[in-house]
């Protein structure tokens, strides 16, 4: 009885003793998926039967061999490196840039309270008319003191009259937030593009916003698309859910759904029922997305913004 | 007996009983500060004194009478904010920009991590070979994934091939970054500039990061320049300094001043005894600059420097 084994080092032929009695190496990782040298193999020891998987011990003994345990490790590293060089799906880029588009909603906060109250020496009452960051950058940065003073009928001001370098350093901060500001609206627009192509559904339906978290908290397409409805509904609302199981609070209605148009507009004893809705649809369109499906989306847009009108 | 009696509204004489007999009311607040009426109603009224303080209610009930209520939260209103409009200082452009960059620091460490790990997705190994995130980044918007594999000498990269498009917004990310990282150089660049007119002796010693930081934590120059050398030993370490009064653990050595080159190069046992020294100059330095002294700070930093080396 002779044995016949094949792994990433090559074919081999072992007796019942467990010694090698025959061996094609591979020279390349390539020759590994064609199969060939083992059905080479199989021809010239006619009698040979596949390794059970209770003997692989005796072929794990000839591989300790500092040859091959070598070369073992060296292929499957670059096995290893092939395999994540080609897991980077357009999941990891929607996720990415959606985590950005977050850290930058945190800093432009941070930056621009900190723009407020140092613009606030200068000029303070303007910060009051203007709730707006954006808003309230733009307007400084086109007009100067006077000019603001006369629009928004501010007759007098407590602010200091500041150095003209004093005020320009303010001002870098808020070129500085503008440009910000322009970065996470070209992350929109490529999140836009990237999902147009990747989950043309899923787009239509959340909007890229709370298409692209969703693909977040899910952790991708496939896992989204393998996920019940009532689990996308609660997507972003872990904390609630886990108070409800633990303390018996309330159970969540929504996660990040709760942003959603649909939800939002709805009467607020229908939100949740809403929601439920939406997940549904929410659910069919990632599937329709992850096995490349029809675009139905619209229907389904059309169909629940009737309903809850 | 008359009495005389004068505050914002006007001059104001009055007999016993609390009377009204006359009154030269003000038509600006600039005729409060001249005391020119009360002048004339002296000149006019010989015997009159000024209102002594325990009868001040007699005045009081006057000024009840809505006409004069209203001019006197006016004119209350105007002073407040004249008082306001004058108190913006070299203190708070120096705190503010200080604050700033602070913010900053946080700021491009949070994004240069987001950038590190989207980068990652397209080229993994640089990441490893450059610690500091800047030079990461002068070095990716420099040159393509293959120039950094020879500069490197990196044979293999883990990373996949991104579109032209992903890469780009990646990009992005990081000339915002680098513009972020400008823009702190800048703010220190300024502090420099309005410290050098400030605080001479304070910038020539601390340097400017500690320096601001000092003033900083320290209120302003005026409240620093009335803080013992003791306390300013410890400002920035107020968290280990309460413990140690509750807890009775170790007391702190220094807060900020441990960032200071003197006390960095310092052998370890005798670093506690140079933040001692530093501080003990630093207040000097901080009475010279706020009494508009002489520039004494290069002497002091000298003698530290031999004393420590």
Not at 7 to 25: A, H, R, T
Not at 104 to 122: A, V
Not at 243 to 267: D, E, M, W
Request: glycine share 6%.
């Amino acid at each position: 009885m002779k044995f016949l084994f094949t792994n990433i080092l090559g074919s081999f032929v072992l007796d019942e003793q467990g010694k090698m009695m025959d061996s094609i190496l591979f020279t390349d990782l390539k020759e590994f998926t064609e199969k060939k040298s083992e059905d080479l193999l199989q021809k010239k020891y006619k009698q040979s039967i596949p390794l059970p998987q209770e003997k692989y011990h005796l072929f794990l003994s000839l591989v300790k061999e500092k040859k091959y345990y070598e070369l073992f490790h060296q292929r499957n590293l670059r096995i290893t490196k092939k395999a994540l060089k080609a897991s980077v799906s357009d999941d990891n880029l929607i996720t990415q840039a959606i985590a950005n588009m977050g850290e930058l909603d945190k800093i432009t906060n941070l930056l621009s309270k900190r723009f407020r109250e140092w613009y606030g020496l200068y000029f303070p009452e303007i910060g009051e008319k203007i709730a707006s960051h954006e808003k309230l950058i733009e307007f400084i940065l086109k007009k100067n003191k006077k000019e603001l003073m006369q629009q928004f009928s501010i007759k007098e001001t407590m602010g200091s009259d500041l150095g003209k370098e004093d005020l320009e350093e303010i001002k870098l901060l808020a070129i500085q937030l503008q440009q910000l500001y322009l970065l996470r609206t070209r992350h929109e627009e490529y999140l836009t593009t990237v999902m147009k192509r990747y989950c043309p559904n899923l787009l239509e339906l959340a909007g890229v916003t709370i298409g692209a978290k969703l693909l977040e908290l899910g952790k991708g397409l496939k896992h989204l698309a393998v996920l019940p409805a009532s689990t996308i509904q609660l997507l972003g609302a872990e904390k609630a859910l886990f108070r409800h199981i633990k303390t018996g609070s309330r159970s969540p209605k929504y996660g990040i759904l709760f942003q959603h148009s649909l939800v939002q507009k709805a009467k607020k004893q229908e939100r949740g029922k809403a929601a439920r809705s939406l997940a549904d649809k929410l659910s069919l369109c990632v599937r329709l997305d992850y096995f490349k499906g029809e675009f139905k989306a619209p229907n389904y847009k059309k169909e629940l913004e009737e309903r809850f009108r």
